[in-house]
């Protein structure tokens, strides 16, 4: 299961309105890549595949790849405002390492495909 805490949903919901496509849904995935070996993707999406979990989180509609469920399994997204903006935050307690910048890891089963830095 993962988890996205309600100002996560709230800075997605207002993404789509200012996308003008209140019927998309958010993908979360992995995929190969950077320092560490693997990165996360997310991003908006109108196709829903045989193989995707489709979760709810305060009105916003998420899909993840059953493939990628292992590595993402308590993994919480957030929203989190400062003063040079704002952005979203990937806690995952399956990454047991993670590149200097924070945009990639691995996990002790997945090292994934790293990338010369």
């Known amino acids: 299961m993962i988890i996205v ?7 997605i919901q207002d993404m789509l309105k200012e996308s003008g496509d209140m ?8 995929q190969g890549g950077g320092c560490s070996g693997l990165s996360y993707g997310l991003g908006f999406d109108n196709d829903i ?3 995707d979990e489709k979760f709810d989180f305060f ?8 493939k990628d469920m292992p590595i993402l399994k308590g993994v919480t997204i957030d929203y989190k405002e400062s003063m040079l903006g704002g952005g979203f935050t990937i806690d995952n307690p399956n990454a047991i390492a993670t590149c200097g910048c924070g945009s990639s890891f691995r996990t002790a089963t997945n090292a994934g495909a790293p990338e010369e830095c």
């Open 59 to 66: 009105g916003v509609k998420f899909v993840v790849d059953k």
């Open 5 to 11: 805490t309600e100002q996560a949903a709230l800075h």
């Open 23 to 30: 019927n998309q849904f958010v993908r979360l995935a992995v």
């Open 49 to 51: 595949y045989e193989t």
